[in-house]
């Protein structure tokens, strides 16, 4: 799925990676002013924010672009020529956005949810707790101590890791320490339901895993009708939760370790404006480059489901991003002020899968 084998030179030669290499973020290279995003051409990113506007206006859309004909309670886009894609623009409200953004930084990182954090620390739990707190992540040199349960439980021999108050250790007593808002900031993926083993690039159904939470089974399979044929239902399995800051990208890949592609992956936008990349099944087909924002959904079933795509690029910049108005539900009570100043720089993705 992410970072296949390529060889370089060829890499660099396909139109994918031009794309890639056209949105992704460069900034100027000044050391005495704040680094700046240089611009970017974005005259060709499809906006389906102004093609849905414009559809309500006069019920026309783009050449390439059509409205699909469905029950959704929402204007569902498809491209002309990319059979199995569907574009949601608002699909989710401010409300449904602020619940999903709490859940994935909240409940979703939790064991037996695996994060790219696993490898090196062991399961985590209450990360987003020890972020308001203020606590750090401390690796104990003793590990006789009784500190209680610990939130590795991996190796009891070898080091713990528990998460402190600044004033609770002296640095004599730990070998190492992390704080619980790098942490936050360092997360990049977790897992719900069936759990994804990045390194054998497939669903290991013998990890511990709960089901998905059942209010994400129940939008999933809402959001996956426009995809399904009719009487059949998406049952979702498993969700992988991306997590981008500035800078970060997604590169090209396919999604093709879930057995039936008929049915889509439902994949959900939250917080800051993307680009988003879909090509066609070669490396060498020209994407189509398009804004994902925070409340859009894509589904991608069927003939999409062997589409290159990925995200070169989000938006952080204040002025880009088009997450103020979200953030700043965030604002009450006062510990809401921590997914605020997280979101406000921050893009989540939730994609939800059938695997069997
Ligand atoms: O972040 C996105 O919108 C796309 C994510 C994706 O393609 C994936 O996780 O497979
Ligand atoms: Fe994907």
Redesign the pocket.
């Known amino acids: 799925?992410y970072g296949a084998a390529q060889v370089p030179g060829d890499l660099e030669r396909t139109a994918f990676r031009k794309a890639e290499k056209k949105y992704k973020l460069y900034k100027t290279a000044s050391k005495k002013s704040r680094k700046k995003a240089v611009e970017t051409d974005l005259s060709d990113v499809y906006d389906f924010k102004l093609i849905l506007e414009s559809f309500e206006r006069s019920g026309e859309t783009p050449p390439g672009i059509f409205k699909f004909e469905c029950d959704f309670c929402r204007p569902v886009f498809c491209f002309e020529g990319r059979p199995g894609f569907y574009f949601i623009p608002g699909a989710l409200s401010t409300e449904e956005q602020c619940h999903w953004v709490r859940e994935s930084l909240t409940r979703f990182p939790q064991p037996p949810n695996r994060t790219n954090h696993n490898a090196i620390y062991g399961p985590i739990y209450n990360l987003f707790t020890a972020v308001q707190n203020g606590k750090s992540l401390v690796e104990l040199k003793n590990t006789h101590e009784d500190t209680g349960p610990s939130p590795t439980s991996s190796n009891q021999d070898a080091s713990r890791w528990v998460f402190k108050e600044k004033s609770d250790f002296s640095e004599g007593d730990i070998c190492n320490s992390i704080a619980a808002s790098l942490l936050l900031r360092k997360l990049r993926w977790s897992t719900l339901g069936l759990q994804f083993d990045w390194s054998k690039r497939n669903y290991d159904v013998r990890l511990p895993h709960n089901k998905i939470p059942d209010t994400l089974c129940q939008l999933a399979k809402k959001l996956a009708r426009p995809a399904m044929s009719e009487g059949v239902q998406f049952q979702p399995e498993a969700a992988?939760v991306?997590y981008?800051s500035s800078g970060d990208m997604?590169g090209g890949?396919l999604?093709d370790m879930e057995a039936d592609w008929s049915k889509p992956?439902v994949?959900i936008?939250l917080g800051c404006k993307?680009v988003?990349l879909l090509g066609g099944k070669a490396r060498e087909d020209s994407p189509a480059a398009m804004f994902?924002r925070s409340g859009d959904v894509?589904l991608m079933a069927g003939q999409a489901r062997e589409c290159f795509?990925?995200?070169p690029r989000i938006f952080t910049e204040e002025e880009d991003a088009e997450v103020s108005s979200l953030a700043s539900q965030f604002q009450k009570p006062e510990d809401q002020l921590f997914f605020a100043e997280y979101i406000r720089t921050s893009r989540i993705?939730i994609?939800i899968r059938q695997v069997h």
């Open positions: 799925m992988i991306n981008f997604l890949h999604d992956i994949s936008s993307a988003f994902l894509v795509h990925g995200i993705n994609n």
